[in-house]
């Protein structure tokens, strides 16, 4: 049995988006501290990546003969601009339309290995978020259901 978290966040990095200069992070390229020269990025996020694991049984049997369905919540933290660095309304309108892409870009995605199933089941209120620095952002936390299926 191996489950394919690796794989899964590897394969979000090579998503093409529409953005110029975005970059998505793997799980362990993130950082402490993000900068103005960073973003736009999207990155996991240290606090609660992963949540609401679950596992279902598909047969009975044990060992390798044993095949689960598990599904799990990939939180990432997308950094626009840091707050204060430009006209706020043109950053937050530019937010608005690169998060979009970004929504665009992973749902219709074929190329995402390792999962059987990828569904977009949250974004947070868009405003100010923090790096684990707490330097203060644009941005929002985009959440995504993962199914994977194991034997």
Known sequence: ?????????????????????LRIYDKH?????WTAYDCPLLAPRPNDFISGLTVIPVNFGTGTAHKLDV?????????HKPVGSGDLAFTWSEMVDYVYKIFDAILINDALTGLIDLTLTSVSE????VDGAN?????????????????
Not at 71 to 79: A, E, N, P
């Open 135 to 151: 330097n203060l952002f644009h941005g929002c936390d985009i959440s995504f259901r993962v199914l994977e299926f194991v034997n």
């Open 29 to 33: 390229e993130i950082k402490e501290g």
């Open 71 to 79: 599904s799990y919540t990939m939180t990432y933290r997308y950094f």
């Open 1 to 21: 049995m191996a489950l394919a978290i690796a794989t899964i966040t590897e394969s979000m990095t090579g998503i093409s988006v529409a953005i110029p200069d």
């Open 126 to 129: 868009f405003g100010e978020v």
